[in-house]
């Protein structure tokens, strides 16, 4: 898509994100301020899949497995191999350089917010015939991210 890996992308972002989202927090409550942000969040997800699905070549499976070293760029993620079919894609990611970034910001639920919440808004627009799980975030203090991407039906 550009020449910047996504993890550049996402800290250049964060350059008035963060400091807007913390007056719009001060100003109008934790709550109200994440509701906003959540919303925007989702807007852009689904904008970024419908934008990723032409862009990136494959289908089904094969094709989610294609996007991945665009989020893996520049060594922002430690990526453990689970399946590999052309049913299921599914990792594990053991080190994450997202959640480091929003960690030693002191924002990890805001860095959860804008990374990991695009991820489920980005599939619906990106393929109709794959579906995403995951149940452990490490933004979200687990012990690593459980990506489970499967061939509907």
Not at 79 to 85: C, I, Q
Not at 109 to 118: D, K, R, V
Not at 136 to 149: V, Y
């Amino acid at each position: 898509m550009t020449d910047v890996s996504y993890l550049d992308r996402v800290k250049i972002q964060c350059e008035i994100l963060l400091p807007f989202f913390q007056r719009v927090r001060a100003e109008l409550g934790a709550e109200r301020a994440a509701a906003l942000l959540r919303d925007a969040v989702r807007e852009y997800g689904l904008a970024m899949g419908a934008t990723m699905k032409d862009a990136i070549p494959g289908k089904d499976v094969a094709q989610v497995k294609a996007m991945m070293p665009m989020f893996a760029a520049g060594n922002a993620l430690d990526v453990e191999p689970v399946a590999d079919t052309p049913a299921e894609f599914s990792v594990n990611v053991r080190g994450c350089r997202y959640a480091d970034y929003f960690k030693e910001l002191g924002e990890r639920e805001f860095g959860a917010m804008i990374t990991c919440e695009a991820d489920h808004p980005m599939m619906e627009t990106f393929t109709s015939t794959v579906s995403m799980g995951r149940t452990s975030t490490i933004m979200s203090g687990g012990s690593h991210c459980d990506f489970r991407w499967r061939l509907k039906g």
